[in-house]
């Protein structure tokens, strides 16, 4: 079993930028990729970006350019780096992890909301 914790959401601001932080709490486990999904209101869960333990990336439809996923393995984190944010990026942020076997598993998720 893994836990995964994610960070960095909150309040943003149109065109402006947010960092989410994706730690899991066990060394050497055997990562195959990590990704950022995320779920808007009323909509169905969707790929932000993805990151393969050997550092390859893919993004969702339209999205890379505002989004970048990073890894920084030694701590145990992945992270997205979201610019230029739309009121339609408001959704709760998601970070998955599968491992080399196939299991996969979730955080809780971190907000991104607009002010209203």
């Known amino acids: 079993q893994v836990q995964l914790v994610e960070s960095g959401g909150g309040l943003a601001q149109a065109g402006g930028s947010l960092m989410l932080s994706c730690t899991y709490d066990r060394s050497n486990f055997d990562v195959n990729y990590m990704a950022w999904w995320r779920q808007a209101p009323g909509k169905q869960r969707e790929l932000v970006a993805a990151?393969?333990?050997?550092?390859?990336?893919n993004y969702g439809d339209s999205l890379e350019g505002r989004f970048s996923i990073s890894q920084d393995w030694a701590k145990n984190t992945i992270y997205l780096q979201a610019t230029n944010l739309k009121p339609e990026d408001t959704a709760i942020y998601y970070c998955?992890?599968?491992?080399?076997?196939?299991?996969?598993?979730w955080g809780q998720g971190t907000h991104v909301t607009f002010p209203s």
């Open positions: 998955k992890l599968e491992n080399k076997l196939g299991f996969a598993y």
């Open positions: 990151v393969t333990f050997a550092g390859h990336t």
